[in-house]
């Protein structure tokens, strides 16, 4: 009945693993758990070998490392049943009913989305820029993200029918991190594929270092100028790419690129520090956008 398929990279997915298997017992559904690594040659992996021993859990580790997309295609491809549910590896399911909840909201839905929360504090100053993006912009509601049903869909913590699954597929020429989720859900909005938005989130355990996730923000923006170059993508569906063409349309984009170029070392140095500001994370990520058109990140 359940496919799980949880793609992971140099984390311990054991207790995650371990707790989903739980809740699937006992509810008594038909399931596996697929839990894959992408080549990270991690030293984490000994862990996650006990895996194997839970029964109807499988931990596979790769020898040749696919990027995100690729490793949910392929966990895709191996499984059984018609229910997939994608979780991250660093996920925390914090509702014992976790499972049951999308079981309950499975009927007339291709796709339930159950969303995802940060937890109230970090400890470490070096971690507050992921954090207070995740807490301020991510973290919404099942009402919140109704009100944009496809642009809010993402796939840390996504049930859909295989079928569906099988119609759109992650784009695998994405081998690095950044909007493949925003893909995969426009090509779901263009098969017009029902959508349900529930509160039955995860936690976001593993929370990157502000120059970590700096550095795939600027991996995600490369992504989208490629989707957008090779019209995969409707600017529209991406508010940062809808902005990016309105500063063309007036001439304004150059100008903007010539902020990254000029000031990009101050304003990284700003979000790495203890109160990074969420404004000049959005003034740095749409001129080093318009940056990659003109080659001035340097």
Known sequence: MLSILIPVYNYDAFSLV???AVQCKCIGIN???LCQDDASNSELNKENEKINSLENCFFISLNTNLGLSANRNLLASKSK???LLFIDGDAVIIDENYIRKYLENSENSDIIYGGRIHPLKVDADRQKLRWKYGRLVEDKTASQRNSAKYKTLLFHNTWIKKECFNQIKFDSALTQYGHEDTLFAFEASKLNLKIKHIDNPVEHAA???SA???SKVKNSLQNLLILDQKKKIDPDFVKIL??????KKFKLHYVASLIYRLFNRIIFRQLCSENP????LNLY???YLCALQFNLTQ
């Open 18 to 20: 371990k707790e989903l």
């Open 31 to 33: 399931f596996e758990i």
């Open 81 to 83: 049943y018609q229910n």
């Open 207 to 209: 929370i990157d270092e």
């Open 212 to 214: 970590v996730y700096i």
């Open 242 to 247: 809808k902005l990016f063409y309105f500063l």
């Open 277 to 280: 500001s969420l404004l000049l």
């Open 285 to 287: 990520k749409i001129s």
